[in-house]
């Protein structure tokens, strides 16, 4: 299975939820990254906050952050490359990067359902 | 009262808290001395930023267990949680600094700047005492100058707090977060907690004020840590009026009579702990003998200092503060400091005098008794209140979130949700968005609030674009907006900010602190205003003279260093509740 790569804007924490604004889509995504981890994928998340070293030793992640900046993130790497910036996955994407099909996830799965990542 | 109650069989650790400047330092260190003079081992740790337990031994002591030579089987430690928390800060991000471009490493920086940092990291250093280790293993009591908050210990105890952040490393528990570099184990956090919740070893005592405002703010911290069982509780009040010093002066007894009702209307809750009275002292804390005589009620009082000695300090009033501030006809006045400097009444005053000078004023308060607002409403035609109720607004806001979000949480995440929710930014977010719906007006007419955001929250805020998005999605007339909110904030011709603090060290410092905060966001506090002051009045008791004479040095430190421009508002004998006492306190004449 392919390797799914998210690099976190500075957020004190995954849903956001102490910071400034909290982000609906930063919660669902949470979910969808639980979701598909259950059903094997290998996501993992790096916090700007919290792991900067990360995005430092990265070439792709480093050379995007000098381009465009903290406020371009978030960032998501399939295999190393850049499949996404500037917002969240959702469960549509991560299934076809994945491989895992959205057939038996929860009614909200699917692009435009629970969260608001297509309009 | 020569051996207090809270110093009764004492279990090992003691912690007193109680807000800025109520004396907690002065009232651990003579607490320190006292067991240490019964022949017992003791550790004396000092978090106060403005720490003078160093000047009170004649030692240097700092980040490490220091023997002081002057007091047999004493030592003390000084824990400086905003450097406990900068070495988090550069312990994360000194090895990308020169790698990551220099306005990421700032974001970053920001992030780990907030208050659950510091809270956390200070927390941290703690741990070490807490556990059993060789480090305090031949102290018989350990005495803290300061206590977790429950937001922390609560924190700590939750189970996924463990598993989602400490384990895996990476997590969820927002006030955490800024711990990526937590250093101990599990078991040294848990063993810290639990010690903390066991009443064989653990005493807190809260300290307060004779003032109603001090006094409902240590019944919260009561009732929070009883919460989280941390049930065995004293309660010290500090630095009371004693009878006979009031005599022969109206402000003294009127000061008198004002603390002795906030004594008898005490909080049901706390009427039931422990207590004690720690009476004013004519002489300053300063120096062991001043520090041993502390907890001694008999201490004779003399008249000693001379009779008309008062000298008129000539320092700005309120009132021509508000001459500058009404030249530019409208405009947003924000009031900030920390709680129980009285925030609320000034906010008034100067909406008052605002009003006075034939301006149009909307006032908005987070006054938690509300009385202010009431007696000002309709009193003055051109004067509108309005409140901000921070908990309320809390509540909305928590609610909002849980019902967005339950339903995607097992009960594990849920719970920790629920934590991150209960921490100290919620509530400053949650009264921001508040505060964002009413700061529009003031292109058209004043704005005077006794609540402003803190630099950091802003920063935040202006960094994710937040708040242009919070204000303009807010806003009806969107085609109004060419400034964006921020730039409103920082422009001195469209936001005055007034520090307010009383002319005490350590209430001075948390000013300083919260200027420096400001001053990140590019705010500069436009003026400082001293409330409270004695040495603005003319007194004849010899303990009040004694404050007025102590003042003086915070008032030029402030006067001097800290503040572009200032005005110093007299104590007043009643309350200043309505127009007429507003008015006077803004008009005094120092």
Known sequence: ?119 | MTTPRFLNNPPRFLFFTGKGGVGKTSVACASAIKLADAGKQVLLVSTDPASNVGQVFGVAIGNSITKISSVPHLSALEIDPQAAAQVYRNRIVDPVRTILPESVVRTIEEQLSGACTTEIAAFDEFTALLIDSALTANFDHIVFDTAPTGHTIRLLQLPGAWTGFLEAGKGDASCLGPLAGLEKQRSQYKAAVDALADTKRTRLVLVARAQQATLREVLRTHEELALIGIAEQYLVINGILPQQAVVHDDLALALYDREQLAMTNIPDSLKLLPADRIELKAFNLVGLDALRKLFITDVVLVNDAPETQWLALSAPSLSALVDDIAKDKHGLVMLMGKGGVGKTTLAAAVAVELVLRGLQVHLTTSDPAAHLSETLNGSLENLTVSRIDPHAETLRYQKSILDAQSANLDAKGRALLEEDLRSPCTEEIAVFQAFSRIIREAGKKFVVMDTAPTGHTLLLLDATGAYDREVHRQSVDKEAHVLTPMMQLQDVTQTKVLLVTLAETTPVLEAVNLQTDLCRAGIEPWAWVINNSVAAVPVQSALLQRRAQNELSQIAAVANTHASRYAVVPLLKNEPIGVARLHELAISKN
């Open chain 1, 1 to 119: 299975m392919k390797s799914i790569q998210v690099f976190d804007p500075a957020l004190c924490c995954s849903t956001g939820v102490c910071g400034v604004d909290v982000d609906q889509q930063l919660v669902g995504f949470s979910a969808d990254v639980d979701w598909a981890n259950e059903k094997g994928a290998h996501i993992e998340r790096f916090n700007l906050a919290q792991q900067p070293m990360v995005f430092a030793e990265n070439a792709v992640v480093k050379a995007f952050l000098e381009r465009s900046g903290a406020e371009a993130l978030p960032l998501i790497l399939v295999d190393g490359e850049v499949a996404l910036a500037g917002r969240y996955p959702n469960r549509f994407e991560l299934s076809k990067w994945t491989g895992i099909p959205l057939i038996d996830a929860p009614t909200k799965s699917g692009c435009c359902s629970g969260n608001t990542t297509c309009n």
